[in-house]
């Protein structure tokens, strides 16, 4: 991903080869603020705050955090209390506790005096292999826009709605449901964004809007209830989101109003899928409406709303009386009967235990045995 025309990763290390620097998507899309985490306790304020966010960007971030606090103390009670800590950032995206747990099988059998490289390296790697699935995701899902394309009666660009944010800022690189959107805007394929402002924190408005803008996608921003009007209208051909869990039989949980768009695709003919890495699946669980723990966040976020005044300032307002009692939800589970298909690393397959199995059959084995 270029911002101003230059190469960058959404985390990196910083120019001391120790400290970590990441984008501080808080403040985007007005300000482009880097910030450096020297310490596990900045790496865990970066992802409860959101200044890191989407699945795969947490799991890499607590990765780093791990490797932080190596460098600090490489003690066995310290592995575990950076583990403990950094798991208890946020409950929903299975990335984090799949980023954990690569971190304690790569250093718990090893002396201390050898932890803090180690875990530098397990950092890197799990950075790079999410930047290569989430490049194959890209083009796994480029042959769905090309199929798409070919069918289309129209010379108009192909129209994708997305929700949320599943693209660079969410990942590594590349990101997952913007990955075939970046690949065909480089290809000259013709493609429009319906972007999905998605309250409450606007990921959408301000984060997928301003990437695809960096990129040179032609996209528009809708309010979150405008999707389905758009579809009835006939201006969706496809819907692409990400997931912060898929269960082994293809429930798919994502920003909250996912649910709501997957519904209206499916009555109005319009295809819904869902761009994860196999980080993102937890093949311990079969009910993702039963068995996802849903994150509940402070009620500002709904109450409040943060933008640039009209001297350049950022404010941050009141949107709702102040005595409203406000619910958070922060995601939602999509039934996988309402997915049309899975597109991952490793192929696009149905959104099922069959479909899943199918692509991962060495993970196949532990969603029975669960
Ligand atoms: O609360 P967030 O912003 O972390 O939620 C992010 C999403 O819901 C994304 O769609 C999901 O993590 C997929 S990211 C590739």
């Not at 955090?65 to 950094?86: H, K, T, W, Y």
């Not at 304690?104 to 799990?126: F, T």
């Not at 930047?131 to 083009?139: D, H, K, P």
Request: charged share 25%; aromatic share 4%; hydrophobic share 40%.
């Amino acid at each position: 991903m270029k911002v101003d025309g230059v190469a960058r990763r959404s985390i990196q290390l910083a120019d001391d080869g120790r400290s970590v620097e990441i984008v501080d998507q808080t403040r985007l899309p007005h300000r482009f603020v880097t910030r450096e985490l020297r310490s596990l306790a900045d790496a865990a304020e970066a992802i409860s705050s959101m200044r890191v966010r989407g699945a795969p960007l947490i799991g890499a971030t607590a990765a780093y955090g791990v490797a932080l606090q190596m460098r600090e103390e490489p003690s066995d009670a310290s592995l575990q209390r950076a583990i403990e800590a950094l798991f208890a950032t946020r409950p929903t995206a299975v990335n984090l506790r799949w980023a954990l747990d690569e971190m304690r099988a790569a250093l718990h059998g090893l002396p201390p005096a050898a932890r803090e490289e180690r875990a530098y390296a397990r950092a890197a790697e799990i950075c790079d292999e999410d930047v290569e699935n989430c490049r194959a995701i890209g083009e796994h899902g480029l042959r769905l826009i090309e199929a798409l394309r070919e069918r289309q009666t129209e010379p108009n660009p192909l129209n994708v709605l997305t929700h949320c944010n599943a693209g660079w800022l969410a990942t590594v690189d590349w990101g997952t449901a913007l990955a075939p959107v970046y690949l065909a805007c480089d290809r000259g394929i013709p493609i429009h964004v319906w972007v999905d402002e998605t309250r409450p924190r606007n990921q959408g408005a301000s984060l997928t809007a301003w990437e695809l803008g960096q990129h040179g996608v032609p996209h528009t921003v809708i309010a979150d209830n405008a999707g389905g009007h758009l579809m009835q209208r006939g201006q969706v051909d496809l819907c692409i989101t990400g997931s912060d869990r898929t269960t082994s039989t293809g429930d798919v949980c994502n920003k909250i109003g996912t649910y709501l768009k997957a519904l209206a695709a499916r009555d109005n003919g319009v295809p819904f899928y869902v761009a994860l890495p196999a980080s993102s699946i937890d093949w311990a669980l079969s009910d993702g409406i039963a068995e996802i723990p849903i994150e509940e966040r402070d009620g500002s976020e709904l109450s409040r709303v943060r933008g640039l005044a009209a001297d350049g300032e950022e404010v941050e307002v009141a949107v709702l009386p102040a005595s409203s009692p406000v619910a958070n939800p922060a995601f939602d589970v999509t039934p996988a009967r309402l997915v049309t298909g899975l597109i991952t690393e490793r192929g696009v397959c149905e959104a099922s235990s069959t479909g899943l199995a199918g692509l991962y059959p060495e993970c196949a084995g532990r969603a029975s045995k669960s």
